[in-house]
């Protein structure tokens, strides 16, 4: 079964960018969907963006435009790229598909 590990959190001022990756162990190819989500204190989990095997992404409106997911399948790999970071953006964000999903990356955005 393929395992993710996600990596680049860490804490970034407001406006300020970071970029996230998500490595699998295995072929990520074959996976049509694959997803970031987050969760803050006390929260629920809640979608970032969605990109398919052909490239086709979706965001949730608050994320319009200041994020952009993509995928490498020749090196197993999904990204999140995040810019104009905000404190309401902090949470831990998980990298996923159907019920496959990382430990998760703490995101902090903070002054």
């Known amino acids: 079964q393929v395992q993710l590990v996600e990596s680049g959190g860490g804490l970034v001022q407001p406006g300020g960018s970071l970029r996230l990756s998500c490595a699998a162990s295995?072929?990520?190819?074959?996976?049509?969907?694959m997803a970031w989500h987050r969760q803050a204190p006390g929260k629920p989990r809640e979608l970032v963006a969605a990109?398919?095997?052909?490239?086709?992404?979706t965001y949730e409106d608050s994320m319009k435009g200041r994020f952009t997911i993509s995928r490498d399948n020749a090196k197993n790999m999904v990204y999140l790229q995040m810019n104009s970071l905000q404190p309401e953006d902090t949470a831990v964000y998980y990298c996923?598909?159907?019920?496959?999903w990382g430990q998760g990356t703490q995101v902090t955005v903070s002054s």
């Open positions: 996923g598909f159907g019920n496959v």
């Open positions: 990109i398919t095997s052909g490239g086709t992404t």
């Open positions: 295995g072929n990520i190819f074959s996976i049509n969907t």
